[in-house]
């Protein structure tokens, strides 16, 4: 489980954050980092139990400032992606641990040229399915509604009279879920994680079979 400790690290690295205070802090960001992939290896054997995941990853604690107008040294949160196995699954999971901020996010963050181009013309085909899913009460319950950057018209070669053009014009297709502190600290809360993260599987299947085949349905792998 997240502790107590490891929110207070994570506090005091935000209003600490230079390199001095992190090195005589080092043995405190040693056991929240282990902590923390305590978390993501109980989430890792969960997913497991009821989808393809391959690998995840502890991004880390280090931010890279070369090209950045802010310096600080460190994020004052962690990060875990988890991977589904590629080409026939599609989407992925995240988990995010920031005292007063902690989220997880799910879905496609930042798709490639291609397969935007195929989920704008899936939708364009026919829309009914995706807002099937999406219009569900138990799965608005847990994922809210889609989220994502988007143009301000219409991408090029689609109409912006479209009825589907909401989704088309998106550039990114991902939901979030958010938890207070107190809901991190909870030991259940790898067991709650997973529980939503099993809730977007209906958009993962829709989505990998829309990318894994073309316009005709045939199977692209």
């Known amino acids: 489980m997240i502790s107590v400790e490891t929110l207070d690290f994570l506090k005091d690295l935000k209003a600490n954050n230079n390199r001095d205070w992190f090195n005589d802090n080092k043995k405190r960001f040693q056991a929240a980092q282990a902590e923390v992939k305590k978390v993501a290896d109980m989430l890792y054997d969960l997913l497991k139990t009821h989808d393809a995941v391959d690998d995840f990853k502890i991004f880390r604690i280090y931010r890279d400032v070369r090209f950045s107008a802010n310096k600080q040294p460190y994020k004052t949160h962690f990060g875990i992606s988890f991977h589904r196995q590629k080409p026939e699954y599609r989407g992925g999971y995240y988990l995010h641990i920031e005292p007063g901020?902690?989220?997880?996010?799910?879905?496609?963050?930042?798709?490639?040229?291609?397969?935007?181009?195929?989920?704008?013309?899936?939708?364009?085909?026919?829309?009914?399915?995706?807002?099937?899913?999406?219009?569900?009460?138990?799965?608005?319950?847990?994922?809210?509604?889609?989220?994502?950057?988007?143009?301000?018209?219409?991408?090029?070669?689609?109409?912006?009279?479209?009825?589907?053009?909401?989704?088309?014009?998106?550039?990114?297709?991902?939901?979030?879920?958010n938890f207070t502190d107190k809901q991190v600290l909870d030991p259940k809360f790898p067991e709650e994680a997973d529980k939503s993260f099993r809730a977007i599987r209906p958009y993962f299947n829709y989505m990998s079979d829309v990318l894994t085949t073309d316009l005709n349905g045939v199977s692209l792998l």
């Open 101 to 177: 901020g902690s989220f997880l996010a799910t879905g496609f963050w930042n798709p490639e040229k291609g397969d935007l181009k195929r989920i704008r013309k899936e939708f364009e085909t026919d829309a009914s399915e995706m807002r099937e899913i999406m219009n569900s009460k138990a799965f608005q319950a847990i994922w809210g509604h889609i989220q994502g950057d988007e143009v301000k018209s219409a991408p090029k070669g689609f109409s912006k009279e479209h009825p589907a053009i909401d989704l088309i014009r998106k550039k990114q297709y991902f939901f979030t879920r």
